[in-house]
């Protein structure tokens, strides 16, 4: 993992019947950008430079400020799983549940700003298979599940290679057509423009 210098994962679903492509990058230390592309058309990209970061969308644009700002640092940061230590996480073992038929250890984790995830890793394999967060929405509290599935090997790291999240009613299953390792992105391509 320290190798990994840079991530480039896409994906696709299908959203009332439409194709929807998504495109993840990362680049150390914290640079992201993720856009999502329906019939060639841009509908959301969201982007954090390092700095500063916001995003674009059919709604309009958005310039991430405050602890919006700070969160998207935080989050942006690569293979944020191996500085939860450093970065001010708390991790609490809560035991071990079921899921998809095998046992699971749970772990709440709770971010610097006491947003609080619930993931779940499979006890043979110790790779998470489930996460489970609630969040507040203009209508109310609502809890968004991942189930994570489907690791391949993309030189020498698994990655997940399905992900089916489920927010309130809706439910949507990604595929990840490709993931790429180390192929030299530019700072430019996460710039963020006012």
Partial sequence: LKKVKDITMKSETEMQGMKLELT?????????LQEMNMSGMTVQKTVFDGT????????????????DLKEKALS?????????????????????EEVNGKDAYVVEVKDPFGNVESDYFDVASKLK???MQTQETPQGEMTITSE????????GI?????????????S??????????????KASEFEFKK
Avoid: A, C, R
């Avoid at 942006?76 to 071990?96: P, V």
């Avoid at 990604?174 to 180390?182: A, E």
């Fill in 24 to 32: 993840i990058k990362k680049k150390m230390p914290n640079l992201s």
């Fill in 52 to 67: 500063n970061g916001g995003s674009v969308g059919m709604q309009g644009s958005e310039t991430f400020e405050g602890d």
């Fill in 76 to 96: 942006s940061t690569m293979h944020i799983e191996t500085k939860y230590k450093e970065l001010g996480y708390i991790l609490t073992l809560k035991g071990i």
């Fill in 129 to 131: 298979v489930y996460s």
């Fill in 148 to 155: 994570i599935h489907d690791y391949k090997p993309v030189k």
């Fill in 158 to 170: 698994l990655f997940p290679h399905k992900l089916i999240q489920n927010f309130g009613p809706q």
């Fill in 172 to 185: 949507m299953e990604m595929d990840v057509k490709s993931i790429k390792l180390n192929s030299k992105l």
